[in-house]
């Protein structure tokens, strides 16, 4: 499996032009966004497909040799604790679920994009988002509660990535990242108003770029897209989800804070059915959900 970073060459931060519109500033960016490994992005074709089976996925992963040892040491270990030895790929796909499968080889692969990151810029900050970016998936996941699977990978993967738009920044140009927190901390207004101002787009319409040049399905893009805001959106319960697991996550001092504001929007508390208790004890649990994230790094690694 190929797990280099794929960032583009020579990147700028757009929108410091004053003159480049919002729009011609996030298309500009969107010309050098990171790209996934061929074998991700052929399974994430393939879980696209509804009608897809176990075994088409299956042809996919067996092309590459480092993905099904992957794949069949995940669904082996202690994390999923199955009763019996899963010995080939079509039976990890039958046990996990094509999303869970699919979602797996994603977060190896977003791990490695920041390890690769942490190791080329020696940014601990990029870890901190790591870590804050798998716990979000987690809690995204617990909200789902007993939905069905599919909503919950949702869930998930969109919480897993929704701060990409935030790596792509840290990646290009550490300082100017680094600024645009600072001046939103100094100034008490929020990082999205800051990035509006400066770059003429959010790290969330950013990350929405990323997720659709991915080809991940619609109502992820603008889950990731409107994960501070959680306003209009295809799936209004997943974006709710997202944002709420962010908000969560965050004030529970869990990475990427850094002491920005945190806002929680009641339209999405509300759809999420949230109460005062539900958040405590959801903050109360959240040395298991960091518990649970390390195993997951440990595994994904
Ligand atoms: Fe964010
Ligand atoms: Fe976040």
Known sequence: MVVSTPMAPEPTVPGTTGETSKMEALASTVQSLPTLPSIVS????????????????????????????????????????????????????VVLGLDTVRNTLLTVFYQTMHQDLQRQKGNPKVLELWRHSLCTALVAR?????QDVSFREKCYVAGLLHDIGRL??????PAKAGALVDEAVKTKR??????????????GQLGSAVARHWRLPPEICEAIGQHHQAGPTPDP????????????????????????????????????????????AILDSMDD?????????????
């Open 190 to 203: 929020t990082l999205e108003e800051i990035e509006t101002e400066r770059l003429g787009f959010t790290h």
């Open 237 to 280: 319960k997943l974006a709710a989800i997202v944002h709420v697991a962010t908000y969560l996550v965050t004030a529970s001092k869990v990475g990427a804070g850094e002491g920005l504001r945190n806002d929680l929007n009641a339209g999405a508390k509300d759809l999420v059915g949230l109460d005062e208790s539900r958040i405590g």
């Open 289 to 301: 959900v960091l518990k649970e994230a390390d195993t997951l790094s440990g595994l994904a690694r």
């Open 42 to 93: 052929r399974v994430v074709e393939v879980t696209n497909n509804p009608n897809a089976t176990a075994n088409d996925l299956a042809k996919v992963i067996l092309t590459d040799p480092a993905a099904t040892a992957k794949i069949l040491r995940i669904a082996n270990s202690a994390y999923y604790s199955f009763a019996k030895r899963i010995s080939t790929i079509t039976e990890a796909i």
């Open 168 to 173: 792509v920044l840290l990646s290009r140009d």
């Open 142 to 146: 617990n909200l789902a509660g007993s």
